[in-house]
């Protein structure tokens, strides 16, 4: 028997991160089937259980066609590691970008939901220090933007691993270059960027969000009905 709550097929890349699991989790959660993509390298998380696991490097352009088939939508959850490698952002937050966008394209998925990052594009930062990450992940959403999908970009605050006292925290929504700092745990990041997959007016949105015990508790649909204009390239 089908089950009632089966949705489409969701990919989610750089799936074997914090955040990245946590996504694959939530989806399965709320009935979609997911492909986890995964580098060839990567430790498989237990939170990728239940998931399509397909191992590939971004760069394989033929692979991550065929990873995509018949996929509704993709989650981006790729983000470079610190390392000693400070191209690691130039080539995972901008290049990958490329690569994943023109997978899409040539695979027929239009759908896609970047998280990305509170900040992106500000040069004067500490994050900067780390192989100025958050210009190449500027200029990942800029290429997003330009790509002709229906793409939302999710920028959290600092992201926390705390899986404790999750309800208690309100969310804040904002459109981009609003927010400056301040934390949210993976796990609600995870959910948001899901929220905003089955949300159509998130479609064309930099979203940003942060959290905490003290703010008023509101869904990612409520704030989209009070927002103006989405800010599309």
């Known amino acids: 028997m089908t089950d009632p709550r089966a949705k489409g097929v969701v990919a989610v890349s750089g799936a074997s991160g914090k955040t990245g699991w946590r996504v694959v989790q939530e989806a399965l959660k ?9 580098r060839p390298s990567s430790a498989v998380p237990e939170g990728l259980k239940g998931a399509d696991l397909i191992r590939l490097e971004l760069s394989d352009g033929p692979a991550l066609e065929k990873a995509l088939q018949g996929v509704e939508a993709l989650v981006i959850a790729t983000g470079a590691r610190p390392s000693i490698d400070l191209s690691g952002p130039l080539k ?4 990958a970008m490329r690569s994943q966008i023109a ?17 992106s594009g500000r040069l004067f930062h500490p994050l900067n220090l780390f192989g100025l990450i958050l210009i190449w992940k500027r200029l990942g959403e800029r290429w997003l933007q330009e790509s002709g999908l229906d ?24 459109g981009p270059d609003q927010q400056e700092s301040n934390s949210i745990p993976r ?21 940003e969000v942060t959290s905490s015990p003290e703010l ?18």
């Open 30 to 38: 709320r009935g979609y089937r997911v492909r986890a993509l995964l």
């Open 92 to 95: 995972v937050d901008a290049l």
């Open 103 to 119: 997978a899409c394209q040539a695979s027929g998925v239009k759908r896609a939901v970047l998280v990305s990052s509170l900040c």
């Open 151 to 174: 793409w939302t970009v999710v920028r959290p605050g600092g992201l926390k691993e705390s899986e404790e006292q999750l309800e208690s925290e309100g969310l804040r929504f904002s």
């Open 187 to 207: 796990r609600l990041v995870a959910r948001v960027c899901l929220d905003a997959l089955e949300q159509p007016a998130a479609i064309g949105r930099i979203i």
């Open 216 to 233: 008023e508790s509101i869904q990612l649909s409520e704030w989209l009905q009070h927002e103006a204009t989405p800010a599309r390239a």
